[in-house]
């Protein structure tokens, strides 16, 4: 083992008391202590450089010119460097400078997160990922840690995290901004090749002077045992020359080395117990005093102690100063040699070294990229690379917390730039004003081709295009939500064949002017209502500004029987709204306006300049709503708009309300209407009925009916009464005359033409 207890240099030549030294032993001493000297002047070197030159045939000293570019060739007027050293321990500096700033071993470490973020690393390489391995403080429902997941497309919800094999932390959710909580992992430099120190790197100074200076433990002081040793037991770590922050000497679970146990160096800890420790490896320093005890024995005792002796220190022990040992836990030139080593690399975690950010990286905007050159640094947080969009776009195997790869802002689609000389162009002119003055189209927006379809915006007609530019393509707008038209001017749908517009809920058109459907076919909207109770085609307008709700224009050419707006089922039509052609008589095969001709002394016929609109409807009668009295008189059915009075019934109104009895007025409720004359709050619809004014609706009749009798009311129902055989009172109580016969006594549904005799 190198450094043993082998002496270099042994001066032989001894005196007895009284004697004379004679010349040859003088000689002797002189010739031993020049060589001593020599030897040590030959490791140690001329500290001054007062041997230059090296050699007569060269000027060429130790280290190369300052600056010196290659073998051969130094700037101009510089020289080799002299050493210039005054003292070697000075210029070696104090050995606890070499104190790691992280120990070797398996271990557990804590550190704090970071606030209000949803990516961050750990500050060191995980020695493992396992969940039992990993932990954080804030784990309860609604934080940032609650689930851990091993994939990290598989986010579910808020809490969700997952972390990497170099410790790259995701989360669903930003930490806490004031008190994100700590992680604890475990860490190994030693599968980092010791990280910020070489592997088996120990400390020097044993503890560290700041330790002492700021009133930590310094090594304990045993007690005596047979030979007059004293154990001397290393401390744990509590402080160091900075800790973790950089802004404290004082250690806390935040720093890897807080708390660990500091043992001897490596090449002392292969002793065995009770060998003597050589010189040179190993000192006891009185911190309180600074008296180093140079001549004292050494003794290993253990991976954590020594023992001492020859020297008694028991009077500083009894006064309570402070020691530590010094030894040589971490060299020089094996830490510039892993210094060396650890240069070579590509910041991949390797050596332990933290990931870096991509804010800390710089030349991401060099050019040049275009006619401009490169582009400029963002203003917009994390753009670092504002020239970039993802080549390959939208990527599939993302989750919802990284909106499953989709633009999270504007895609902004540029000008064409305004053109200087041949081939400039003005900075800025990418993007226009807002109010449309730039007479200038925008880029496409293209898919497949440039010319086969896209869209793109004209500057001077503030007009933007849709296109699809081939011979039958489409433009298609489809949706299960809600599709919106939102525009101050007018829309425009513009097609040779059919303008068709499908939305599984609302279909919204906001225009401030009027929307212009242009086309060959025909317009369809098919808005299919997924939600009871809302209108599957609704119009809004401002009444206080709008002369109409809704106007549908039909050209001066229309005929008889074309149907301005139709009601149909899969079983066909149910009504509508239809034209009267101007052109048709409206009296007989004549006229409508009757005046004498002057001329011919005949009968002139005048058609009406207009036509007009008729409603058509299979239902049959105008009604309105009637409070009911008191709903406790009936036995309701299930009706939608109508509180439930079976179909036929006769009832009586008084007091702006309708009666199970009499007196009031009796009347027929209706299922049937064409029309209802007055609306009521939908709220109040269940607490009224439909009474039909006239028109044709079903009555409960008891007894047989003829087709053409009178009914008149009975109770809640009406018989029938010939016309031949009718009294007068009873023609006075006619409510209308059956159109529908029944033959059987029991009761049954007529039709009645309600108001007819």
């Given at each position: 083992m190198a450094d043993k207890l082998e002496q270099g240099i042994s001066v032989d030549v001894t005196f007895v008391d009284g004697e004379t030294p004679s010349a040859a032993k003088l000689s002797a001493i002189t010739a031993q202590m020049r060589n001593?000297?020599?030897?040590?002047?030959?490791?140690?070197?001329?500290?001054?450089?007062?041997?230059?030159?090296?050699?007569?045939?060269?000027?060429?000293?130790?280290?190369?010119?300052?600056g010196r570019s290659d073998d051969t060739t130094s700037l101009s007027g510089a020289d080799g460097r002299p050493l210039d050293i005054a003292s070697i321990a000075r210029l070696i500096g104090p050995a606890s400078a070499l104190n790691p700033g992280l120990l070797p071993g398996l271990r557990d470490y804590t550190e704090d997160v970071p606030a209000d973020t949803t990516a961050f690393s750990f500050r060191y390489p995980p020695a493992s990922i396992a969940p039992w391995d990993i932990s954080f403080?804030?784990?309860?429902?609604?934080?940032?840690?609650?689930?851990?997941?091993?994939?990290?497309?598989?986010?579910?919800?808020?809490?969700?995290?997952?972390v990497d094999g170099d410790g790259r932390v995701s989360t669903a959710q930003a930490t806490d901004a004031s008190d994100p909580g700590t992680v604890t992992y475990k860490i190994d430099p030693e599968s980092w090749f010791g990280g910020p120190?070489?592997?088996?790197?120990?400390?020097?100074?044993?503890?560290?002077?700041?330790?002492?200076?700021?009133?930590g433990a310094g090594c304990a002081i045993g007690a005596l045992d047979g030979q007059n040793r004293r154990p001397v037991t290393l401390p744990t770590v509590t402080h160091s020359q900075m800790n973790e922050s950089m802004d404290s000497v004082t250690l806390d679970a935040t720093d890897p080395n807080f708390?660990?146990?500091?043992?001897?160096?490596?090449?002392?800890?292969?002793?065995?117990?009770?060998?003597?420790?050589?010189?040179?490896?190993?000192?006891?320093?009185?911190?309180?005093?600074?008296?180093?005890?140079?001549?004292?024995?050494?003794?290993?005792?253990?991976?954590?102690?020594?023992?001492?002796?020859?020297?008694?220190?028991?009077?500083?022990?009894?006064?309570?100063?402070?020691?530590?040992?010094v030894t040589v836990g971490t060299d020089i030139t094996t830490s510039v040699d892993d210094l060396r080593r650890k240069m070579r690399h590509a910041h991949d975690r390797t050596f332990g070294e933290p990931l870096v950010p991509a804010a800390s990286l710089t030349d991401w905007t060099a050019g040049p990229w275009g006619a401009r050159g490169g582009y400029v640094t963002s203003a917009i947080e994390a753009n670092y690379a504002p020239q970039y969009l993802n080549r390959y776009g939208y990527q599939s195997g993302e989750n919802l917390f990284n909106d499953y790869n989709c633009m999270r802002g504007d895609l902004l689609i540029g000008q064409y730039p305004v053109s200087v000389g041949e081939d400039g162009q003005i900075p800025g002119k990418y993007v226009g004003t807002t109010s449309g003055t730039t007479t200038t189209t925008s880029y496409k927006l293209a898919f497949s081709h440039p010319?086969?379809?896209?869209?793109?915006?004209?500057?001077?007609t503030n007009t933007l295009h849709m296109v699809s530019a081939i011979t039958g393509g489409a433009v298609e707008i489809e949706a299960d939500g809600d599709i919106t038209l939102d525009s101050e001017d007018d829309i425009l749908l513009d097609a040779v064949d059919n303008v068709a517009v499908t939305a599984g809920t609302d279909f919204t058109v906001a225009v401030g002017n009027s929307i212009n459907a242009q086309v060959t076919n025909r317009v369809v909207f098919d808005c299919l209502s997924t939600t009871a109770g809302n209108p599957a085609f609704y119009?809004?307008?401002?009444?206080?500004?709008?002369?109409?709700?809704?106007?549908?224009?039909?050209?001066?050419?229309?005929?008889?029987?074309?149907?301005?707006?139709?009601?149909?089922?899969d079983g066909?039509?149910?009504?509508?709204?239809?034209?009267?052609?101007?052109?048709?008589?409206?009296?007989?095969?004549?006229?409508?306006?009757?005046?004498?001709?002057?001329?011919?002394?005949?009968?002139?016929?005048?058609?009406?300049?207009?036509?007009?609109?008729?409603?058509?409807?299979?239902?049959?009668?105008?009604?309105?709503?009637?409070?009911?009295?008191?709903?406790?008189?009936w036995e309701l059915e299930d009706c939608e708009v109508q509180a439930g009075i079976p179909v036929g019934t006769i009832v009586y109104v008084r007091d702006m309300a309708l009666w199970r009895d009499g007196p009031g007025s009796p009347m027929l409720v209706s299922r049937q209407a064409c029309i209802v004359g007055n609306a009521v709050p939908e709220e109040m619809e269940k607490k009224c009925e439909l009474l039909s004014f006239i028109g044709q609706v079903p009555a409960m009749c008891h007894g047989p009916c003829e087709s053409g009798d009178y009914l008149i009311p009975e109770g809640n129902h009406v018989v029938a009464v010939s016309p031949d055989k009718i009294s007068f009172t009873e023609h006075l109580r006619v409510i209308g005359t059956a159109w529908t016969s029944k033959t059987s006594e029991e009761p049954g549904l007529v039709l009645c033409a309600v108001g007819k005799k």
């Open positions: 001593a000297a020599d030897a040590l002047e030959r490791a140690v070197g001329d500290i001054h450089d007062q041997s230059y030159p090296y050699s007569t045939a060269t000027k060429e000293r130790l280290s190369i010119a300052y403080t804030k784990t309860a429902p609604g934080e940032a840690f609650q689930t851990r997941h091993l994939d990290a497309s598989l986010f579910t919800g808020a809490g969700g995290y997952y120190s070489y592997m088996g790197g120990r400390f020097n100074v044993m503890p560290g002077p700041n330790q002492l200076s700021a009133g708390g660990e146990q500091l043992v001897l160096p490596a090449v002392i800890t292969g002793y065995t117990v009770g060998d003597v420790i050589p010189s040179g490896f190993l000192l006891l320093k009185n911190w309180t005093t600074g008296e180093v005890y140079d001549t004292a024995t050494y003794y290993y005792n253990g991976e954590k102690s020594v023992l001492i002796g020859g020297v008694d220190i028991t009077a500083e022990v009894l006064r309570g100063d402070d020691f530590a040992i010319d086969v379809a896209y869209m793109y915006m004209d500057r001077q119009i809004s307008a401002d009444t206080s500004t709008a002369d109409s709700i809704l106007e549908l224009a039909i050209d001066g050419n229309f005929s008889t029987g074309e149907r301005f707006v139709e009601f149909a089922d066909g039509r149910l009504g509508s709204i239809r034209a009267v052609n101007a052109s048709a008589p409206a009296f007989g095969t004549s006229g409508a306006l009757y005046a004498w001709d002057s001329s011919g002394g005949g009968l002139r016929v005048d058609v009406p300049a207009g036509g007009g609109a008729q409603y058509v409807s299979g239902n049959s009668d105008f009604a309105e709503y009637v409070l009911v009295g008191n709903l406790d008189e």
